[in-house]
């Protein structure tokens, strides 16, 4: 029989983590102080965006390489996953920034007039450009943290809501930024989001707006709700959304279409996402510890690639190309 494996943290990361392991038949107890997932882990308050193409315009290769499972991996284990691609726009006096994020990403195509009216009639009096990328999904981060975690209890998977260090041969260390206290080098990279209902406004994708000062991406949740977010600030700080900050966002969303000036205000957030210097994340053994942390924006993104890398560690000793620390 294969050991027991206790996971400390229950964000996205320990709860993909755990869906891994327990798939293939290990099995595994997640500890977290928290009863569920909630406003208290920085993946809920994540826009839920499975765009690597995307993201590749400032992340590094790997990124855009690994991602590119996600979108298979959270349907596989329930989550809805909205396949649509994402759309990516700029206002006429911006029309560099399209091209410059055209030359540095790859699996988009140029949408025009007609073309772009169809994909996301909303948009067609304002823009008369844009970057479709059609591999691109997204996702409800919030259900698809219930579902994963509602799979698991299903599955046998035990939670005990404790955040005591546990003594088991194998731990899985995956609580973000509370992890500093073992991974010195790790920091925080402050994101805010705000979330509207404008009910008379339907996207069907993602929509990037690129601003060479702010730029905004805006996620629609349904039922004529949408997640603003795009900041991205050097700080710990967990939670304090600025004036300024959810101005631009804001002003940017206004820019985009002028009627969700209009819109209701439904939540402000805020949380400091964990990163290493270079923005990827690292798997580390310490003992008999494994850390998997440093997703930083990229929690939905890339989970589910460290998890199957922390699978294949754990039950094949296969070494990733994410481990940094004791290859024994």
């Not at 208290?40 to 290769?61: D, K, N």
């Not at 909303?122 to 479709?132: E, G, K, M, T």
């Not at 046998?156 to 899985?172: H, L, M, R």
């Not at 930083?296 to 094949?316: N, Q, Y």
Request: with cysteine; glycine share 10%; aromatic share 6%.
């Amino acid at each position: 029989m294969t050991s027991p494996v206790i996971i400390r943290g229950a964000g996205v990361v320990g709860l993909c983590v755990a869906s891994e392991l327990s798939a293939r038949g290990v099995p595994v107890t997640l500890r977290d102080p928290a009863p569920g997932p909630g406003p208290q882990a920085c993946s809920w308050w994540a826009g839920g965006m499975l765009a690597p193409f995307c993201e590749g315009y400032t992340a590094e290769e790997p990124v855009v390489r690994l991602g590119q499972e996600a979108a298979d991996w959270w349907q596989t284990h329930g989550a809805t996953v909205h396949r649509n691609g994402s759309l990516v726009v700029t206002l006429a006096r911006d029309r560099a920034e399209l091209s410059q994020f055209a030359r540095r990403t790859s699996g988009h195509e140029a949408v025009t007039g007609a073309d772009l009216a169809e994909l996301e009639p909303l948009l067609a009096d304002d823009f008369d450009r844009a970057l479709f990328f059609p591999g691109e999904a997204h996702i409800n981060p919030r259900l698809s943290l219930e579902t994963l975690r509602t799979r698991l209890i299903k599955d046998g998977v035990t939670f005990e809501q404790t955040d005591a260090a546990p003594s088991a041969k194998t731990v899985i260390d995956c609580r973000g930024l509370a992890a500093r206290d073992a991974l010195k080098d790790l920091r925080g990279v402050k994101g805010e989001m705000v979330i509207l209902r404008a009910p008379d406004l339907t996207l069907s994708r993602p929509i990037r707006l690129l601003h060479p000062r702010f730029p905004l991406y805006i996620v629609p949740r349904g039922d004529g709700v949408f997640m603003l977010g795009a900041t991205q600030i050097e700080s710990g700080e967990r939670g304090r959304a600025s004036v300024r900050s959810v101005m631009e966002l804001l002003s940017a969303a206004y820019a985009l279409h002028p009627a969700f000036g209009e819109a209701e205000l439904l939540e402000i957030g805020t949380d400091a996402r964990p990163a290493f210097a270079d923005n990827l994340p690292r798997i580390r053994r310490r003992g008999g510890t494994i850390y998997v942390n440093g997703l930083f924006r990229h929690g939905f993104l890339l989970s589910p690639a460290l998890a199957r890398m922390l699978a294949d560690l754990v039950l094949d000793g296969q070494i990733s190309e994410v481990m940094d620390e004791d290859h024994s």
